[in-house]
């Protein structure tokens, strides 16, 4: 009998990460973080930090060109590297493209692509420097992200405390719904209710939360923050990993938008997946020191951003759900989406 | 009759750089060249600056896991970036890794894979510090590396005066020679003869001439540089279309390895064509003001590398082959390999 051979698919993404991170030495100066939170951070010598993100976003895995355009792709994959800065607290300076297109890619296609990354980079103030351009099957695009932050200010995964709230901005699961209906048909955008084209908006053009963060990080209001891309409890396990913490969470006070609420029924924990497991929603996920709520009102209602309270970071491990009639079930069998573990399927 | 759309794959690599050109608006401080060099420079606070260069090798347009090595694969992923931080004269010092993966790939050639990328990381005193790994079907790596100079040091592609002596290190032509072997057959590195090894060597595991350029570039020796990774001529033009200049190259002159003189036949321009057209060899392209070339054979002494001049910067465009026997021609028509342009077919 013949053992068959271990294959990176097996065990998902963050599994093959922590192999990563088992070869290399430990992170030293001037480098301050490396692997294992959303940006890299790098002493600076005038006492600000460099903070690095990269992503890639791979044809058929990550997004569709049969329903998604050219300009909303172009935005989407600045937007998403914008919002790991954002979740550091930083201001965003310049980023790096690196680019894989299937040769018979039409011209009109790449132009819209390309002047639509380069309008949002200058909506946000961010220079687009460089970056490389190759043929392959299939589209692949790299962006690499900088930002600056004093050191002081960075705020990390790691820093929630038992005790601490834990709030998310904006609305979550829409983007899940939104890709949803993109999947389910072609249907016109002069076709589309208003929820169906909130939801489709929301999954094609996220908005990274950085005047938000950049507040809460200046205030030294958020002991740890992250951004929500693999679904919050996933990205929540991400956060309480760094200090082997617990969390509950109240689904009464999961915010859903109203267009959200149209397309779901809530007779059961059915309705809340999309919300608690769906991804890319782009939102900040982020923890308040207990007394502080506050000013975290505050400085939200000064960004312009809502921000929902959802729950506490508990002591122990583990994430207990609160069903809206008081009930409490683990959160342990409720993945966030893994586009290896799901490879060859789709969400 | 429909007319066929334009598609990317139409005009090669350079034109859609010159497009993505188009759509971005001038740079500005702190960064002072964006795209169109080896690297893009950004003002740092202490007089020093940012070098960041990034490249995308996609599986079966840049390398062929059926004889590539995992380890040599790794090593050389670096190695090619690397050289770009070098030929801006600067020290790498960063980088992060961006990886897509097919999830059927065995967990030993990844493993084997990263542990060569971390260790030639180490070697070059370079801090791996994130990243991104996502399922594809076929393996896409994303390197940004990131160096530094100080920023009257950095050598650009620019720059290059009439007269000034053209220079190229080491030998030219190896890899495209290693290339071909490797594709040839698949011959047990045991029964490959010395200069079949050197030669697979030299395509497999290229050299950065960092310490070389470095020296070049602190006694502010190159008035321009690159390195060589689209061919001799190829590059040569990328160094001379940013002055408008042209050049004269003496056939005789080219540097080539033994092993390569043994290849390859010399009764006409043919044997020279992987030399000047061949790709990856990952040397350095520079020019030195007349009258200071025992200065740059005193820095290549000092250095450990061979550095050979092969001509001339001339005033007016074009590149002019001189033969052997003293005839010219004009070189207009060999063309560096284009991964666009030849979209399909192999090398």
């Not at 589309?192 to 809460?216: D, M, T, W």
């Not at 939200?300 to 409490?328: D, T």
Request: glycine residues 12%.
């Amino acid at each position: 009998m013949v053992e068959k051979e271990p294959v990176v698919g097996a065990d998902g993404e963050f599994s093959l990460i922590e192999r990563i991170r088992k070869l290399l030495p430990p992170v030293r100066e001037p480098a301050t973080m490396g692997l294992g939170d959303d940006a890299a951070v790098i002493r600076q010598a005038d006492g600000q930090v460099l903070l690095v993100t990269t992503d890639m976003l791979v044809e058929g895995v990550h997004f569709d060109r049969s329903f998604m355009s050219a300009a909303d792709l172009g935005y989407k994959s600045l937007a998403v590297n914008l919002s790991d800065i954002a979740a550091m607290g930083g201001i965003p300076t310049c980023c790096f493209l690196s680019l894989a297109l299937p040769p018979s890619l039409s011209l009109s296609w790449f132009t819209a692509f390309m002047a639509a990354m380069v309008d949002a980079a200058g909506s946000f103030d961010v220079q687009l420097l460089g970056g490389d351009t190759v043929a392959a099957d299939k589209m692949v695009i790299a962006v690499t992200m900088h930002g600056r932050s004093a050191a002081a200010d960075v705020v990390y995964r790691k820093g929630g405390q038992p005790g601490d709230r834990l709030y998310v901005s904006g609305t979550v699961g829409d983007s899940a719904l939104g890709l949803r209906l993109l999947r389910q048909g072609q249907k016109p955008e002069s076709e589309r209710s208003e929820p169906e084209s909130f939801l489709i908006n929301r999954h094609c053009r996220p908005r990274p939360r950085l005047q938000l963060a950049r507040r809460l990080a200046e205030a030294h209001l958020a002991s740890s923050m992250l951004d929500v891309s693999d679904g919050l409890l996933g990205d929540l396990r991400h956060l309480l990993a760094a200090d082997g913490r617990g969390a509950e969470i109240f689904l009464e006070q999961l915010p859903l938008s109203p267009a959200y609420r149209k397309m779901q029924s809530f007779d059961d924990l059915e309705g809340y997946l999309p919300a608690l497991t769906g991804g890319e929603d782009y939102e900040l996920l982020f923890t308040v020191p207990s007394g502080r709520e506050a000013e975290a009102a505050g400085i939200a209602e000064a960004a312009g951003v809502r921000i929902s309270c959802i729950g506490s970071v508990v002591r122990g491990g583990g994430i207990q759900l609160v069903m809206p009639g008081g009930g409490r079930m683990a959160a342990d069998d409720l993945r966030g989406y893994d586009h290896f573990a799901a490879a060859g399927s789709k969400r």
